[in-house]
């Protein structure tokens, strides 16, 4: 009798953490979604391996965050709603990426130092 209690603690262990190991990842997309937001347009440079991401959340007026290599470089918030057309452009050096948002203009930043770029 006693094998068999110690044979379903066991079981029950492995099952409880199963659910909470699924239920982990589950609420991790939710909470991402919910603070961080969806990606719109995500772009990868070549040669160089670095990505570029415009992520948009919210349900009316909207908040645009523009990402480099997963490191926010800019966020703006109460956009219009609908399509914002965006659009990002690597340059051939893969050294600066230009952003696009209708309502923002183009906004073009340094690969490496993270910084907005004047033209």
Same mark, same amino acid.
């Given at each position: 009798?006693?094998? *068999? ?13 199963? !659910? !909470? ?23 990868? *440079? ?24 997963? !490191? ?19 340059? *051939? ?7 696009? !948002? ?10 490496? *130092? ?6």
């Amino acid at each position: 009798m006693k094998t *068999s209690f110690h044979t379903y603690r066991y079981l029950v262990g492995f099952v409880a953490g199963m !659910v !909470v190991t699924i239920g982990l990842f589950a609420g991790k997309g939710v909470l991402e979604f919910v603070f961080v937001g969806e990606p719109v347009v995500w772009q990868d *440079s070549f040669p160089r391996y670095h990505t570029a991401c415009i992520s948009r959340f919210g349900w009316g007026e909207q908040a645009i965050t523009f990402q480099i290599d997963n !490191v926010w470089v800019f966020q703006t918030e109460d956009l219009a709603g609908g399509n914002l057309k965006e659009r990002i452009v690597w340059e *051939s050096d893969a050294r600066r990426i230009t952003f696009h !948002v209708d309502g923002l203009g183009d906004q073009t930043y340094d690969e490496q *130092s993270k910084h907005r770029v004047e033209d």
